[in-house]
């Protein structure tokens, strides 16, 4: 299992710090990881406060100083940037089919256990406002594998409410999505580690037309952490090389309970609907 990443530890800890402490923990999230990179003193003009306050910080993060910090963020952004291939080429844990298997048990556990249980509940509340808001179109958008959750949310949001779709594949129909979106549309951005441009791409121009962004993704933290409205980052802990989508999908499932929750009755009677509208068309 991997430790929680700097995000993570600052967004647990951020009760602990002082106003001006937590002004440097902003600061540090809206552009997560760049600004950890900046000297001492362009972090504090970043967060509007003095350069003690940024090694305070530091300090109550269980960090010795500013460049201990620093070293951490580095080494995070080394596993932030590994690929299936680099993590095959480290060297295999010893074991029997009976081990593999308990290993996936404990692996997958406290990974879901440690996602959902870091998660700040009003991250999650915000992220179901947008979703169950009737008067927001929403969009979704996956990677090379994480279209495969992106599209198991979209088949979920529809059955509850109207106006959700997929994000286009051609880049004419993207471009036309773009143009045609504004401040009452919601991109929900699936994009994790070797993140990919795309996505960082379609964030920026959705957020110029004041378009909100829900970001799903690890705990290094895509680089659309940056500019997005909420995130919900999940552990990618596999017994494999390949990082597990297993967290983010009980992040998935827990969202839509949620947002099933928001919505009531006005949810189950579009659900309701659907059912109908299958069934009078023959379609399973």
Known sequence: MSEASLADTIRQRLGECSPAERKVARALLA???????????????????SAPT????TVRMGFTGYPDFQSALRDELEQRD???LTLYQR?????????????????FTAAVQSSLSALPPDDLRSAVRLLADHG?????LGGRFTHLIAHYLLLHLAQLRGNVQMFPVLPVEQ?????????????????YRRYEPRAMKVAQRAKERGGRIVLFTDTWLS???SIADVVLPSHVDAPSPYDSLVPSLALVETTVAAVLAALGEEGREHMLACEEAARDADLY
């Open 136 to 140: 927001r179109r929403v969009h979704v």
């Open 82 to 84: 590994a690929s299936p």
């Open 31 to 49: 552009a997560y990881p760049a600004a950890g990179l900046d000297t001492v003193a362009k972090l504090a003009e970043r967060a509007g406060t």
């Open 223 to 225: 680089p659309v952490a």
């Open 175 to 191: 471009a036309a999505a773009l143009a045609g979106s504004g401040r009452k549309d919601v991109f929900v951005i699936f994009d």
């Open 91 to 107: 060297p295999a844990e010893p074991g029997s089919e009976n081990d593999i298997l308990e290993r996936g048990a404990h692996v």
């Open 54 to 57: 940024v090694i305070r910080f």
